[in-house]
């Protein structure tokens, strides 16, 4: 968008001063850039530190839930089968 202000602002209705609106739209892809590449980083230093869901932990954590614990807190964690939808 900051490049179309820039070549033809007749384009865009209501705009009263192109650079200034230009800038706008530069600083917001930006914001949105850093954003997105922070959360990228995020996601990698988390699969890269071996974090691992909490329900597919392999610690013994599903013994108060009884033999099958695990696949039943795996298998509805969605609120499939009515786990978590009352």
Not at 31 to 42: D, E, Q, R
Not at 67 to 75: M, N, S, T, Y
């Amino acid at each position: 968008m900051g490049m179309v202000i820039n070549a033809a602002p007749i384009y865009i209705k209501g705009i009263k001063d192109p650079e200034a609106a230009s800038n706008t739209c530069y600083w917001g892809a930006g914001c949105y850039a850093a954003t997105f590449g922070i959360s990228v980083a995020l996601l990698v230093k988390e699969r890269a530190m071996g974090r691992r869901d909490s329900l597919e932990d392999a610690s013994d954590a599903y013994g108060q839930f009884g033999a099958d614990g695990k696949q039943r807190l795996v298998a509805n964690r969605a609120g499939a089968g009515g786990y978590g939808t009352h």
